[in-house]
């Protein structure tokens, strides 16, 4: 495992060099099989505390890491270090060995040790259903100039420079201020750039020194992206204007991103072997450095302790230095507690529905019909046919027939490959099962078998969340209800009387209701960190979304398709995070003053919670009602975000109180911060749920089981305190309404604030009691979810705040 070591300033660069020095004898033991190989680290310097015999900061940390080394076998080519920071934050990565690093985590200095994670990759329509009209252009649109020379870094698989989302006709010079650089490499030449694609780099040295040299025969090292992610999601978020586009003939019309006049620097970071953090976090520097705007980060993993996630704290520092930081929120749902990215100066992105379908309904030989969804593009199966169905999970469809154990039965139930029984399942629809590899690849397991067609089936756990796909063969996707009838309707077949069927694809319906949906794969929350911060923060568009492709990749994303496609629809958190991203580069550019949080903020009190029914927003997994740890503040709503009203604004030092609200040391404080934190006001003030969010999100823990705790009434109570700032345009009185939780009183005071003049900055408080009632039991360790919402109102605009308030039993 990697590790990355931060310096806390101020740091004696004697007692470094020392330590390092010191390090080299086990280094010298490990390099003798003691405790173990090399590993790279990242050390963490303060600016200033480089020692003058070093005419620049690479050549004192050389010499900090040859202090430290008793091998150089493993350094990468060229010597020791493998990236230096300089912007976002100051240091360094190289090689060390673990005992090295231990030993420098305990010497006066030394902040934090973080393992170097690996991270992986967790639109025709979506400009319309968003409100972001062309022609005529809409208000946001046209007051953001399109979001002209506003910079948007995507940090991804690399970019497809020569697409047409990308191209830079009518386009204005570069902006002066940017300081980036186009990066050349394989099928990547330095002129690849142009006004639109301003910048372009890569960052491999993470990977390679923890994975070996990348195989060149299947992977660039240059900007190019042969995978596809990061064209995708960088025109999501800032393509040009193009027509016509469609996916093998479906979504057809103009595909545009959400700021089309915005500049793009493409960072790839992410390779076959995933998205390592000493490469995300050189290209969070190198963003800071060029002068980008907002940061779209459509990568996520584990969720850890702030001072030891990498993604925090580079995103901390490109905050601080005014960048909008936007990451997805992940791919782990319908669970809860499944969110990633949830530090609270990033916007963290959920997925939602469209108002679009693309139904390929399985049509049953007794006559049912059940939904699905696909994208496949020909050719179809033969009109009128009805094809025998076959489930790979019964023995007949496994490799060796009736012989085949229960772990091939699995095997084949996935359709995994060499699963297979091809004397079963040729010339019929074989119905595989949802999960372990991918669903593209299901489908080209089931085509070499020489099946004609496949219906993917979810399992309990997907529920009813369904995902159109590009598949190789005529294929479709059903929920868990139509997967088990499916299932039963094969199992009660027999030879005289074979379950058979076939798949109608109806192509693109639009005006779908209702709409929008909570995807059901869009990580759910709570905060697994800081539950006292509501996560996600928003929902935007991300399931089947058209945009842009690279010539070069198949639309499957497997080896074995050849097809090629301008523009691909895929789904996922990836794709509704470059969605805000371009979103807070219109709000940057029509409103240039805002922070980062100021516009994190009118995007989540604008949202809305309501769908195009008219009835709250619907979890697509289940039918039921969505909620606050579904869907955060709503969905995206661009128009209203534009003219907010107020704003909850957040400075950086409004972040340090909140981290010594957490109860973190100076020591954890300052690995992020790169702050001395006096944390003894901030205790005093409050809490950590008094951070300036627009969300208020409130945790209790009551009595558990037995009777004396089920035959009391008890009332639980906390108190959140919120500055909102005038950006109304002028004189305002907004009044405060408040829809309480159930079982909770919600009072707010003052309940009416008058503001005289644009930005001015007022204060009240929203007090919050909760009330278990008598009789009332709960399970140790269950937990109860109650939410409502506060909303300031001056007869023009609604600023909501959601309130959640989670009623926890102790364990025991």
Not at 62 to 85: F, N
Not at 90 to 108: D, N, Q, V
Not at 727 to 746: I, L, M, T
């Amino acid at each position: 495992m990697a590790l990355l070591l931060q310096m806390r300033p101020p740091c004696c660069c004697i007692l470094l060099l020392l330590a390092l020095a010191s390090a080299a004898g086990a280094a010298a033991a490990d390099a003798g099989g003691g405790a173990g190989a090399e590993r790279t680290y990242i050390v963490r310097v303060d600016a200033d505390a480089k020692p003058s015999v070093y005419p620049t900061h690479a050549h004192w940390y050389e010499a900090a890491v040859l202090a430290a080394s008793s091998s150089s076998s493993s350094w990468p080519e060229g010597g020791p270090l493998i990236h230096t920071y300089a912007s976002a934050f100051h240091g360094f990565s190289a090689r060390m060995s673990p005992s090295a690093a231990a030993l420098l985590s305990s010497t006066p200095g030394v902040a934090a040790v973080l393992p170097d994670r690996v991270r992986h990759l967790a639109t025709t329509r979506s400009p319309h259903f968003l409100g972001l009209l062309s022609s005529p252009p809409s208000a946001l649109l046209a007051d953001s100039d399109f979001g002209a020379d506003l910079v948007i870094a995507v940090v991804d698989t690399g970019i497809s420079p020569s697409h047409r989302s990308f191209h830079d006709g009518g386009l204005g010079p570069v902006p002066s201020r940017w300081r980036g650089t186009c990066s050349s490499g394989p099928g990547f030449p330095s002129t690849s750039c142009n006004r639109k694609l301003v910048g372009a780099r890569f960052f491999s040295k993470g990977y390679e020194a923890t994975s070996g040299r990348m195989n060149e025969s299947a992977e660039v090292r240059s900007p190019l992206d042969t995978d596809g992610h990061g064209t995708h999601t960088a025109s999501i978020a800032a393509g040009r204007y193009v027509f016509p586009a469609s996916t093998l003939g479906y979504a057809r019309g103009v595909a545009a991103g959400m700021a089309p006049k915005a500049r793009l620097a493409a960072y790839k970071v992410c390779w076959v072997g995933g998205c390592f953090d000493s490469d995300i976090l050189a290209a969070f520097d190198a963003a800071v450095a060029d002068g980008v705007d907002v940061v779209s980060l459509s990568v996520g993993g584990v969720v850890v302790p702030y001072y030891l996630d990498a993604i925090a704290i580079g995103a901390f520092g490109a905050t601080e230095a005014g960048i909008v930081v936007s990451a997805s929120a992940g791919n782990g749902g319908p669970g809860g507690l499944t969110v990633t990215n949830v530090a609270p100066w990033m916007a963290t992105v959920g997925a939602g529905s469209m108002d679009r379908a693309f139904p390929a309904n399985v049509r049953l030989g007794d006559g049912q019909v059940l939904d699905g969804v696909s994208v496949y593009g020909g050719p179809a199966l033969e009109p009128g046919k009805m094809y025998e169905l076959v489930y790979a999970g019964a023995s007949s469809g496994a490799a060796g027939g009736g012989a085949s154990s229960a772990a091939d039965g699995y095997s084949a139930s996935m359709c995994l490959d060499g699963s297979l029984d091809t004397a079963a399942v040729r010339g019929k629809i074989v119905v595989c099962d949802r999960g372990v590899n991918s669903r593209a690849a299901k489908g080209d397991v089931a085509r070499r078998a020489g099946a004609v067609g496949m219906v993917l089936a979810n399992g309990a756990f997907d529920g009813e969340g369904l995902v159109a796909d590009c598949h190789v063969l005529p294929a479709t996707a059903v929920g868990a209800a139509a997967g088990e009838k499916l299932r039963k309707y094969i199992a009660s077949s027999s030879k005289q009387r074979p379950a058979t069927g076939t798949i109608v694809f109806e192509g693109t319906h639009l005006g779908v209701h209702p709409a929008p949906l909570v995807a059901a794969f869009s990580a759910r929350g709570p905060n697994p960190q800081s539950p006292e911060i509501l996560k996600p923060d928003l929902i935007a568009p991300g399931l089947n979304i058209l945009a842009a492709w690279p010539s070069g990749v198949g639309p499957a994303g497997i080896p074995s398709d050849a097809r090629r496609t301008e523009f691909n629809i895929l789904s996922g958190t990836s794709m509704a995070c470059p969605h805000v991203s371009g979103l807070a580069a219109l709000l940057k550019a029509a409103h240039p003053t805002w922070s980062p949080a100021a516009i994190k903020s009118a995007l989540m009190t604008t949202a809305y919670v309501r769908d195009n029914s008219n009835g709250t927003m619907v979890d697509e997994s289940t039918g039921a009602v969505a909620g606050a740890f579904d869907f955060g503040a709503g969905h995206v709503d661009p128009m209203r975000a534009m003219d907010p009203g107020l704003v909850y604004d957040i400075s950086p030092m409004d972040y340090v109180s909140f981290l010594c609200n957490l109860n973190y040391t100076e020591q954890n404080i300052r690995a992020i911060t790169r702050r001395n934190a006096d944390c003894r006001g901030a205790r005093r003030a409050g809490h950590a749920g008094n951070l300036n969010y627009p969300s208020l999100s409130a945790t209790f823990v009551a009595s558990g089981g037995g009777d004396k705790a089920a035959a009391t009434r008890t009332t639980m109570r906390t108190h959140f305190i919120r500055t909102a700032t005038n950006v109304g345009g002028g004189p305002a009185v907004y009044h405060a309404s408040v829809s309480a939780p159930e079982g909770c009183n919600v009072t707010v005071q003052p309940r009416q604030l008058a503001f005289r003049r644009d930005g001015q900055r007022l204060s009240f408080t929203v007090r919050v009691e909760a009330t278990v009632a008598h009789g009332e039991r709960m399970e140790p360790g269950s937990s109860e979810v109650r939410s409502g919402a506060l909303t300031w109102s001056d007869g023009r605009h609604a600023v909501r705040s959601p309130i959640v308030v989670t009623v926890q039993a102790p364990l025991q």
